[in-house]
């Protein structure tokens, strides 16, 4: 299934689906107050975020002042979704794979507790080992024992070595042998596994940027990426997550998980216009098959219901 059919497929589980609303607005007659009132309600409690809200509906009402061609809302509908697409795309990466030029690659996974971490990391495992990468996980969340585990299971149920020390032993250091053994193996891939921390935190924080630091050191800034991954339910909350860890280490990727369990999907649009970093997989399901590549045209399509 294409990501255009999971995310209509995901939408339909929402009770008041935030893109059924979107669309219905469009089939307005005429252009009103009602008309823009409603649009700029829907964006907002949809996640977009003031700033973007209120540039794209200067940027449509202009558009429906100006040319001539746009009668109705309806008539305003690709120029919505191709100025949604444009936006996301102007973000460098977006949607995209790794680069896999250096290697090997070291993605650092980060987040808050119960954002779906642990498991992307599974997912991504068994994503790049089905495409014939030498993949390694290390297991530096060593504050739950069952962290640990979770990751061994994920590690056995693709073939993927999982290096791992005893609970409470020092993250950093976990890290550090995993990369070395990256090195030596002539890996593909490294992906790290932290402990989920409260963005507040400062000292779990400070382990993280130690974490990131040694990687730093070791692999080079052209081999590590810093995988935030975010919880799409949370909306805004999610949007305060990535700017409080951006200003810890330089996240450069985000993983949005439970997308399909929420009607707030403007927060793709808020991280993009907000952070300027790239939205690479969207979570749309439980299985490793639902880590899917965004693609931004799917998502504004999709948005506005168009095939």
Known sequence: MSLFAKLREGFKSVKEKWSGGIAKLFSSSKFDADFWDSLEEKLISGDTGLDFTEEIINFLRNEAKTNKAIKTPADLKNIFVNKITSELNSVNGMGQEFNFTHKPLVLLMAGVNGSGKTTSAGKLAVKFKSQGKRVIMAAADTFRAAAVEQLKIWG????????AQGQGSDPAAVAFDAWKAAE????????????????????????????????????????LEVVLVLDAVLGQNSVIQAKTFN???????IILTKYDNTAKGGVVISIAKSLNIPVRYIGLGEGPEDLNNFNASDFANALMELD
Do not use: F, Q
Request: glycine fraction near 6%; aromatic fraction near 0%.
């Open 156 to 163: 056995e149920r693709s073939g993927v070595r999982v290096i």
């Open 247 to 253: 200003e810890i280490i330089p996240v450069t990727s």
């Open 184 to 223: 030596s193996s002539k890996a593909d891939v490294l992906i790290v596994d932290t402990a989920g921390r409260l963005h507040d935190k400062h000292n779990l924080m400070e382990e993280l940027r130690k974490i990131h630091r040694i990687l730093l050191r070791e692999a080079g800034s052209e081999r």
